[in-house]
C-alpha cells in the first residue's frame, strides 16, 4: 500500500461524511490509495453511517473516546502503508490534494519525514495553516491564523517548516514510527508541534506543499470539547512540549515555569473570591469581624469560611494541568530520555532556522516578560520578541 489516509471522528457525522466525500474520487489518482476511519465511541450514528456510505473504508470503531492521538495511535498499529497521511475529520480536500501530497514526499530527499499541507478556513479567504512558530514555554501559533489570503509571506513548495499541522499532512510511517509519532499522552493539542521538534532534533526536516490544500471548518470538534478542556489540554500539553524536547532542561525551563508561576498568581490573585488574603502581606492583620447570635449558629453548621477560594475555571485549568505534570513526573522522565537519545541536531542549530518566540499571550504577560527576574532566566537559544497581532489576526 503506497498510502494510507487517516481520519479521526468524534460524534462529527456531518463533517466527516462530507470529508470523506471529498476524498473518494480521489483515490483513484494515486494507486495503492486506501481510507481509514477512526471513530472514537461517538453516539451520534458516525460509525454505522461510514460504514454504510463508505464501505470500502476501513472502519476503528472504538469504544471509548482515545482522542485525536489515540485515534491515530489505533490506526497505525494497523497499518502497513508506506505513508500515512493525516487529515482532520472538518477539512474538505481540494482537487489533486491527495495526488500533490503523495507527489511531495516520493520526491522529497530521504532526510524528510514528514510534509505539511496548507489549510484555510471554508470560505476559502482567510488562512489557517501555512506554517507555525513555537514560544519559550512549548505553546506555538499559526503564521497568519484568520488573516487573508494573500497578506503573509507564504513557503514556497519544498521550504522548511518547524512543524506540520496534524489536520493536513503525510509522513514516511517508518521514520514516524521510529521517532514515536504523535505522543499519545496529549490526546489533543499540540502533539503535531511535539513530534514536529523530534524531527528536527533527531536531524531529520519537515517540508511544506502548499498545493495539497484544504478547506477546514476550525474548532468544529474542539468546540464539542469546550473551552475549558482544551485549555487544560493547551496548558498540559505545552509543559510536556518543553520538558521532553528543550536540549539543555536546566537552563531552559526556568523561564518556562517562572511564566507558569507568573500566570497562576495572576489568575489566582484577579479573578478568585476574597482573593485578597493570597496577596495579605505579612504582619498585615485583618480585624476580626463581629459575630452574632445567627453568624455564630451557621459557623457551627457548615463550619468557618474558608479564607479564600478557587472556583475561576481560568485558574483552575492551570491547577489541572500542573497536576497532571507532577503526577505524571516519572513518565514525563521517562520519555524525555526517550527523545533526547534521538537527537543528532542541537537545539541551537534548529532555532537558528526557526528561532524561540516570546509573546505576550496572557493577562500580566507584559509585565512579566519585561521584568529584571524574566529576563534572567530567559534562555539564550536563538530567540525573537513578536507581539501576538503580529503573529495571528487579533
Known amino acids: 500500500m503506497s498510502v494510507e489516509i487517516v481520519v479521526v471522528n468524534w460524534n462529527g457525522r456531518r463533517e466527516t461524511l462530507e470529508c470523506l466525500s471529498a476524498i473518494e474520487p480521489q483515490l483513484a489518482d494515486v494507486d495503492g490509495a486506501s481510507l481509514t476511519v477512526v471513530d472514537n465511541g461517538s453516539t451520534d450514528g458516525s460509525a454505522t453511517a461510514v460504514a454504510s456510505r463508505f464501505p470500502k473504508t476501513k472502519l476503528f470503531a472504538l469504544t471509548e473516546n ?29 482537487k489533486d490534494w491527495l495526488a500533490s501530497l503523495t507527489r511531495a514526499i516520493d520526491d522529497a530527499p530521504d532526510d524528510v519525514v514528514s510534509i505539511g499541507g496548507k489549510i484555510i478556513d471554508l470560505d476559502g479567504k482567510l488562512i489557517d495553516f501555512i506554517g507555525g512558530v513555537l514560544t519559550f514555554d512549548g505553546h506555538a501559533f499559526q503564521t497568519g491564523f484568520r488573516d487573508p489570503l494573500g497578506t503573509r509571506n507564504e513557503p514556497a513548495a519544498g521550504d522548511e517548516i518547524l512543524f506540520a499541522c496534524g489536520g493536513n499532512m503525510i509522513s514516511r510511517r517508518e521514520p514516524l514510527m521510529k521517532l514515536g ?59 510536556q512540549t518543553a520538558i521532553k524536547n528543550f536540549e539543555n532542561l536546566r537552563d531552559s525551563i526556568a523561564s518556562v515555569l517562572y511564566a507558569y508561576l507568573h500566570r497562576l498568581h495572576h489568575y489566582a490573585t484577579t479573578r478568585n473570591p476574597r482573593a ?102 530567559r534562555s539564550e537559544l536563538p530567540s525573537v520578541d513578536r507581539k501576538l497581532s503580529e503573529i495571528i489576526h487579533t
Open 66 to 94: 482515545r482522542g485525536f492521538t489515540g485515534g491515530i495511535a489505533a490506526a497505525l498499529a494497523g497499518s502497513s502503508a508506506r505513508n500515512v497521511i493525516f487529515l482532520n475529520n472538518d477539512a474538505i480536500p481540494e
Open 181 to 239: 509519532a504523535f505522543d499519545d499522552d496529549y490526546f489533543a493539542y499540540l502533539e503535531d508541534v511535539d513530534f514536529g521538534w523530534r524531527t528536527w532534533l533527531s536531524g531529520n526536516r519537515v517540508l511544506y506543499e502548499p498545493h495539497a490544500l484544504v478547506r477546514h471548518a476550525s474548532s468544529a470538534t474542539s468546540n464539542r470539547l469546550g473551552n475549558f478542556e482544551r485549555g487544560v489540554l493547551f496548558e498540559r500539553n505545552a509543559l
Open 276 to 377: 485578597g488574603e493570597l496577596a495579605r502581606g505579612f504582619g498585615v492583620v485583618v480585624p476580626p469581624t463581629t459575630r452574632n447570635f445567627l453568624r455564630r449558629v451557621k459557623r457551627k453548621l457548615v463550619g468557618a469560611r474558608p479564607l479564600a477560594s478557587i472556583d475561576d475555571p481560568l485558574t483552575t485549568m492551570q491547577f489541572r494541568a500542573l497536576d497532571w505534570v507532577i503526577a505524571n513526573e516519572p513518565r514525563l522522565a521517562r520519555k524525555r530520555e526517550q527523545v533526547q537519545r534521538l537527537r543528532k541536531r542541537a537545539d541551537r542549530d534548529i532555532f537558528e532556522r526557526f528561532p524561540l518566540h516570546f509573546i505576550p499571550t496572557y493577562p500580566g504577560d507584559d509585565s512579566l516578560m519585561q521584568s529584571a527576574l524574566f529576563r534572567m532566566l
